[in-house]
């Protein structure tokens, strides 16, 4: 199959298909005129990619592990590859790494809001606190467009 019917099937944009292979995470067939030849288990290929780009895994991690992944009906399953338990461990680590710092800003945060709303301004235009209700009305028309 080409590059399109892989991006129909997969959901994936073609572009995005190009980068991945780029990245050697797909590695099609090259026919003579120069077209990328995808077989089925590309597909498949192509779902294990974006189910670890899901887990926050970077490509690089992802083409060290990608050969360690299966399905098992909906679910993508770890093989026992090595250093597979080091790389997963690893990444874990650099997310919990990145997500404790956003925690305290976040906090940071709440605790700056709960102050403001304490506070007589609570930092809205007074032309929105004068009317609520046209405010509201104003703002779903604005989501619904």
């Known amino acids: 199959m080409q590059i399109g019917a892989l991006a129909h099937k997969t959901g994936v944009s073609r572009r995005l298909l190009r ?19 995808y077989s089925e288990s590309d597909v498949a290929t192509v779902r294990h990619i974006r189910a670890l780009l899901a887990a926050g895994l970077p490509t690089t991690v992802i083409a060290r592990l990608l050969h360690c992944v299966h399905d098992d009906g909906e679910r993508l399953v770890p093989s026992t590859c090595p250093g597979m338990v080091a790389n997963l ?6 997310i919990t790494e990145a997500i404790t ?19 007589p301004g609570d930092g809205t235009d ?8 046209e405010s509201a009305r104003h703002q779903r028309g604005h989501r619904l467009r």
């Open 101 to 119: 710092p956003l925690q305290s800003s976040q906090q940071v945060l709440d605790t700056m809001l709960t102050a403001a709303l304490r506070q």
């Open 19 to 37: 980068y991945y292979e780029e990245q050697g995470l797909l590695r099609p067939l090259r026919l003579a005129n120069g077209y990328r030849e």
């Open 89 to 94: 461990r690893r990444e874990r680590r650099r």
């Open 126 to 133: 007074q032309h929105e606190r004068d009317r609520p209700a």
